[in-house]
């Protein structure tokens, strides 16, 4: 006899309208075990990143208009995988329940006897519009509001339920009026309030691509609003709101004013370090394309690590030049079985700032950290105050030789291989192809190595765009030289080398430009 199978779930997870930090705790704990994810078009797939990287993902495409997959196919491929003891995410953009048809895919797995759960979103009305500045409600100006679906406009027939809408009715409702799914037809939709009583001078407001990068909105009245909202070439996703709340915007819009806001940069870091890096210009309302041009690997032979590892009470200084050393390193020690003790009598020195934290992480502090964030300084102040000393130096496979030499000069010094940096064979098509077409602003070089990297990974037509219409922006002067040696003009470069610093002299820079415009 075959054992029972474990039964499988159905997690119903809302994605949120695009801003990918707008997913639930719960909704990433779920997409953190799923085997499968279904996902809809307007869940931002940098969400999937969430998922196992084993984890099937199944595109189901669906969005008004173009019913790729049928409903009856998402349904049955939804069940199918819960039916076969698997766990699925079905991921779909804000809420499940707000116009999502969440309600309908739980019913149909109610009837075949499998287990769900609905995990809510923030919902397009409420998300879209905040990052709007516009307040859905508003004491003493709208003490209601409506959720309304656009896609039954008068006299209008849809791929989608059969629900009429009382114009007159919603004409008359006192408080906030959102459409979903309008922008086709937002001329019958303001036409049909206008004439059931509202007033055409009603303020309305346009939410393009809301919470994303590429957020767009269009102001007007009811009588305005359609025809803005055509010569702007407003495309779904899009809300209209109508309501005296839509002038808010004029003191509230908020992420439109960010200092990153709707600038395009590609970050070609490691994929570890990737994912903060863009979190930190995301924050400030860039588009981030992740592609890194080299990766962090283990090194092949531990041996020569250990024997390090083994002798370090000999040291007097272990130093440290990226937060992957310390990582790896750290982590060599403790698989070991040995414990911070193990450091010995010996003084830490770090690089910079970033890799200081990095230390810190295990409870221990840096010693010594340079004034300045680069191989040159650290050099310069361990020659002083490490004169004599025997120096562990904690590195990558390759990459600049300054500090042993330098050091040698005045202390007996050992380097040690902790990590690989090894070259990746290719960056997505989807970011060279942007960096070619010019449709991406900025490229973000954080070592010699990625300049070179990238240069060499790049294709004629694209690499010539770099430095010109996709200006470059560096952490530090060897990075800069690197990038000119290849033929590529710096326009940014960090004075703190590190990457919050690159972050901080790009917004500047930005600031800067706008300023002057
Ligand atoms: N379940 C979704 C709505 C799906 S219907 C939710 O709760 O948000 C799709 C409609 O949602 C789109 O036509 C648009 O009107 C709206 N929408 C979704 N994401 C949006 C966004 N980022 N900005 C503006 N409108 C959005």
Not at 94 to 104: H, I, K, Q, T, W
Not at 153 to 165: E, H, K, V
Not at 176 to 205: S, W
Not at 232 to 241: D, E, F, G, K, S
Request: proline content about 6%; overall charge neutral; aromatic content about 4%.
């Amino acid at each position: 006899m075959t054992p029972p199978q474990r039964p499988g779930i159905v997690h119903l997870v809302g994605a949120g309208p695009g801003d990918p930090g707008l997913l639930t705790r719960r909704g990433a704990d779920v997409l953190a075990r799923a085997e499968v994810v279904v996902f809809d078009h307007l869940a931002n797939e940098r969400l999937l990143d969430l998922a196992p990287p084993a984890a099937l993902r199944v595109r189901a495409g669906k969005s008004v208009g173009h019913c790729l997959l049928t409903q009856d196919q998402i349904n049955a491929t939804l069940a199918e995988h819960a039916l076969a003891g698997r766990t699925v995410v079905r991921l779909k953009g804000g809420d499940p329940l707000v116009f999502g048809r969440g309600g309908e895919e739980a019913d149909y797995l109610r009837e075949r006897g499998v287990p769900f759960e609905i995990v809510p979103g923030v919902t397009a009305g409420v998300g879209a519009t905040a990052y709007a500045g516009i307040p859905v409600t508003s004491r003493g100006v709208a003490s209601a509001v409506a959720f309304v679906t656009g896609h039954q406009a008068p006299g209008l027939g849809a791929c989608g339920s059969p629900a009429r809408i009382d114009w007159p009715a919603l004409a008359r409702f006192p408080g906030t009026l959102v459409f979903y799914m309008g922008v086709t037809h937002l001329a019958d939709i303001a036409r049909a309030l206008i004439d059931g009583g509202k007033p055409a001078a009603t303020p309305a407001a346009v939410v393009e691509s809301g919470t994303t990068p590429s957020q767009r909105v269009v102001d007007g009245d009811l009588a305005s609003i359609a025809e803005r909202a055509r010569e702007a070439r407003v495309r779904p996703p899009a809300l209209l709101v109508v309501g005296e709340v839509a002038t808010h915007r004029e003191r509230l819009a908020w992420s439109e004013s960010r200092p990153l806001f709707g600038r395009r940069i590609v970050v070609t870091r490691p994929r570890e370090e990737a994912a903060r890096s863009a979190a930190a210009l995301e924050a400030m309302g860039a588009e981030v394309l992740i592609a890194p041009t080299v990766e962090i690997l283990p090194v092949e032979d531990f041996a020569p690590l250990d024997a390090a590892i083994d002798r370090l009470g000999g040291y007097d200084w272990l130093v440290f030049t990226s937060t992957n050393g310390v990582r790896m390193f750290l982590d060599r020690l403790l698989a070991r079985g040995r414990d911070l003790r193990a450091l010995g009598r010996a003084k830490l020195a770090a690089i910079g700032s970033t890799t200081a934290e990095a230390l810190g992480r295990y409870h221990i502090r840096a010693d010594l950290i340079p004034p300045s964030f680069r191989s040159e300084s650290l050099a310069e102040e361990l020659a002083r105050v490490g004169a004599g000393s025997r120096i562990l130096l904690a590195r990558a496979d390759r990459g600049r030789t300054i500090l042993q030499d330098e050091l040698r000069r005045v202390a007996e010094v050992d380097q040690v291989a902790v990590y690989r940096n090894a070259d990746v064979a290719s960056i997505p098509a989807e970011v060279s192809g942007r960096i070619e077409a010019g449709t991406v602003d900025w490229i973000t070089l954080s070592s010699p190595a990625i300049a070179v990297r990238l240069h060499a990974l790049l294709a004629p037509e694209a690499r010539s765009r770099v430095g010109r219409d996709v200006k470059l922006a560096t952490i530090s002067p060897v990075t800069t030289a690197a990038a000119n040696g290849l033929g590529w003009d710096v326009a940014v470069e960090a004075a703190v080398h590190t990457w919050d610093g690159l972050v901080e002299a790009l917004a500047a820079h930005v600031a800067g430009a706008r300023a002057s415009r």
